[in-house]
């Protein structure tokens, strides 16, 4: 199926549940993402910032960039210009350079909390500990150039639904939670970004409203690139 084909079923899919769809395009031609962006997809996720860097000057203003993948300090300054939203802040350390970069661009820079939620060591992300420390300590007060939207997780690799499903609700539990009890002025609970190609259904079911999709999108990926 073409690309267009495949954002029609998909689209069709999130309708229900007002998802925002954001097209993982990391590994794929810049050619593929205007294709996409053709046919009225807006927001592009990448996993690495030079690849990002690469295809921006390839492609229309007009693109949303969402940065997707483990982000290092010492690559804010490249996207913090133009990056419409950060889902991958895991740190105190990360943030404090993304408000950094904030200032010297003159915006706020809108992110999310990458939670970790899966039972595997590779997956990046703080723990609902870390969280709720963070909040209750009031120390992500300082950042006035920065603006939390709310959080992404990555799900267990694994054939046991189930699971998955339990990991998704745990994080939405505490999306709500937060969304409750720490209203700040640089906080506004709009996104929570869970589900990939593999089990964004699940997402959606247990209360996500931004789905990352690359291969069910454009097809296989090639690591060689």
């Not at 495949?6 to 007002?18: A, F, H, Q, V, W």
């Not at 419409?84 to 404090?96: A, Y």
């Not at 189930?162 to 969304?179: G, P, T, V």
Request: a negative charge; proline letters at 3%; glycine letters at 4%.
């Amino acid at each position: 199926m073409s690309i267009a084909d495949n954002l029609t079923r998909i689209r069709k899919e999130l309708s229900p549940y007002n998802s925002t769809l954001i097209a993982v395009s990391k590994t794929h031609p810049a050619e593929a993402v205007k294709e996409a962006f053709e046919f009225g997809q807006v927001d592009f996720g990448e996993n690495k910032v030079q690849e990002l860097q690469d295809k921006k000057v390839l492609l229309p203003e007009a693109l949303h960039w969402h940065l997707i993948g483990h982000l290092q300090t010492n690559k804010v300054k490249y996207i913090s210009p133009y990056v419409h939203l950060i889902h991958s802040i895991d740190s105190l350390k990360l943030l404090e350079e993304v408000n950094k970069q904030g200032v010297k661009n003159n915006r706020v820079i809108p992110c999310l909390l990458q939670v970790h939620i899966a039972q595997e060591e590779t997956k990046f992300g703080a723990d609902e500990h870390d969280i709720r420390t963070w909040f209750s300590t009031n120390a992500l007060d300082q950042f006035e150039h920065i603006k939390i939207k709310g959080f992404m997780g990555m799900a267990s690799l694994t054939d046991d639904q189930q699971k998955i499903k339990q990991e998704f609700f745990q994080l939405k539990k505490l999306f709500d939670e937060c969304a409750k009890h720490y209203i700040k002025p640089n906080t506004d609970w709009t996104d929570l970004s869970m589900g990939m190609s593999s089990d964004y259904k699940l997402a959606l079911d247990e209360g996500s409203n931004m789905v990352r999709i690359g291969s069910a999108i454009f097809g296989n990926r090639d690591y060689t690139i």
